[in-house]
C-alpha cells in the first residue's frame, strides 16, 4: 500500500474545506487534500492558480478564510508559524553573506538554544547529508549558486521539521544543475524521511521529485495522482495538456460495445475507435488525449492496426533522442507522432512532405469529457 491508499494511515497534512479570499478575490476554493507523512508531494499549476498561498496556509503565514488546516491531527488556526513543525526554503535562499556555510546552517539551532554538542553534531551530519563538508568554513559568495542551494536546504532541515515547504527551490539554476539537484533533493527526502511539499511550475521537475502531483488550477485541485497515472490517466483535458505534448481530438461518441466506442472527429476520417471504462451517452462531445510517442508512423498502411491515418509530414522537430513529426491529414487537423532515433539523422526513413500512415491502438488515448 501507498500511504495514500491505505485506510489505517493517519494523513500529516489536512485540508479540509479550505477557502482563501484576499478581498474579494478567491485563491483558494473550497479545497479538500491529505497529504501523509513521508511523501514528496508536489503542487504544479500555472502562475496565479494558488500554489504560493497553500503553502503559506501550511506555514501559517496566512490564515484560511473558511475551513480548516491539520497538521499531525491538530487544528492549525491558532497555532503561529514558529510553534509549527514545519520550515519554509524560499526561492532566495536568504543566506547571511557575512557567517560561514557552518554557522549558516547552525543560526537556527543557536537561536532555539540547543546544546553545543548537540548543534555540532547536527551541523555535521546536515553538512554531510548534503555533501558540503569540506565548505564548512566558506563564505556563500565562496561557493557556486547549487552550492548555496544545499547551505539552504541544510539550513531548512537541521531543525528536524516534520514538513519542509519548498517554493520554486530549483528556480535559480541552469537546467543540467537543476536536474541533478532534483537526485539530490529525493535522496535527501528519502534519508532524512521528512514530509516534502515542492511549489513547482515545472511539470517535469514535478514528475522527477515527486510522489504525488496535484495539478492546480484556479484555486482547485483538478488531480492528484502519481506521476505516472497524471501522465497515462489524466482525468481532463486540461490535466492531460498541461503535462507533457499531447494531441487532443475533439469528437462525438458513439457506442459500440460494452467498453468500446467511436469517436466520430472529423469529416472525412474515420473514427477514433477507443476503449474506456467512463461512460458516454450516444452524441455526447469527448475528447481523446493521445501522447506523441503513443503513436506509430510508418509508410504502409499496418497490418491490422485498430487505428490509421494517412497524411503529410510538414514539420519536424529534432531532439537528438527523439523526433516529433507533425502531420497534417485531410481537412486540415494536426496531429504530432513522435519517434525514438535509433538510427542516424542520416539513414531516418521520413523527411518533410512525406506522406505517412499514423496508427495507434484502442486505449493508446484517454477518452475525456470535458
Ligand atoms: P506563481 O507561480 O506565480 O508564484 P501561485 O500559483 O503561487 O503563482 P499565488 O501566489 O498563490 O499563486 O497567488 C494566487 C492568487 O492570489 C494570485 O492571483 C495572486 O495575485 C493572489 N494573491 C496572492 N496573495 C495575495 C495578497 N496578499 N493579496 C491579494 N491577492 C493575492
Redesign the pocket.
Given at each position: 500500500f501507498a500511504p495514500w491508499e491505505d485506510p489505517n494511515e493517519t494523513p500529516l497534512i489536512q485540508f479540509k474545506g479550505v477557502t482563501k479570499r484576499?478581498?474579494t478575490?478567491t485563491?483558494i476554493d473550497n479545497l479538500t487534500q491529505d497529504i501523509y507523512a513521508r511523501e514528496f508531494f508536489a503542487l504544479l499549476?500555472p502562475?496565479?492558480?494558488?500554489?504560493?498561498?497553500m503553502m503559506r496556509m501550511l506555514a501559517g503565514f496566512e490564515t484560511p478564510t473558511k475551513g480548516q488546516i491539520l497538521i499531525a491531527g491538530q487544528d492549525m488556526a491558532n497555532v503561529p508559524p514558529n510553534e509549527r513543525a514545519v520550515n519554509m526554503m524560499f526561492q532566495s535562499y536568504a543566506l547571511f553573506p557575512h557567517l560561514s556555510i557552518w554557522e549558516n546552517i547552525a543560526f537556527g539551532l543557536k537561536r532555539m538554544k540547543m546544546p553545543k554538542d548537540e548543534m555540532n553534531a547536527r551541523v555535521d551530519e546536515m553538512l554531510r547529508l548534503t555533501r558540503l563538508s569540506k565548505f564548512a568554513k566558506r563564505k556563500p559568495h565562496q561557493i557556486s549558486g547549487g552550492q548555496r542551494q544545499r547551505v539552504a536546504l541544510a539550513r531548512s532541515l537541521a531543525r528536524a521539521p516534520k514538513l519542509l515547504l519548498l517554493d520554486e527551490p530549483l528556480g535559480a539554476l541552469d537546467k543540467k544543475l537543476r536536474e541533478e539537484t532534483q537526485f539530490e533533493l529525493m535522496d535527501i527526502q528519502e534519508k532524512t524521511g521528512t514530509t516534502f511539499v515542492i511549489?513547482t511550475?515545472d511539470q517535469e521537475e514535478a514528475m522527477t521529485v515527486a510522489s504525488r502531483v496535484a495539478v492546480m488550477d484556479d484555486g482547485k485541485i483538478m488531480q492528484v495522482s502519481t506521476p505516472d497515472k497524471i501522465y497515462e490517466e489524466p482525468n481532463s483535458v486540461y490535466v492531460a495538456d498541461f503535462i507533457g505534448d499531447v494531441n487532443i481530438i475533439e469528437g462525438t461518441a458513439k457506442k459500440t460495445s460494452e467498453d468500446g466506442y467511436d469517436i466520430l472527429w472529423h469529416d472525412g476520417q474515420e473514427p477514433f475507435h477507443a476503449k474506456t471504462t467512463r461512460q458516454l451517452s450516444d452524441g455526447q462531445k469527448a475528447f481523446v488525449a493521445i501522447r506523441p510517442e503513443k503513436i506509430g508512423i510508418s509508410p504502409e498502411k499496418p497490418e491490422g492496426a485498430m487505428n490509421a491515418v494517412k497524411g503529410k509530414i510538414i514539420d519536424i522537430g529534432y531532439l537528438g533522442n527523439i523526433s516529433t513529426y507533425h502531420v497534417e491529414l485531410p481537412g486540415g487537423v494536426m496531429i504530432k507522432a513522435q519517434q525514438t532515433n535509433t538510427r542516424r539523422l542520416s539513414r531516418r526513413t521520413f523527411t518533410w512532405e512525406d506522406e505517412v500512415w499514423l496508427s495507434w491502438t484502442l486505449t493508446a488515448g484517454s477518452v475525456l469529457e470535458r
Open positions: 484576499f478581498g478575490f485563491a499549476g502562475s496565479g492558480c494558488g500554489k504560493t498561498t511549489v511550475h
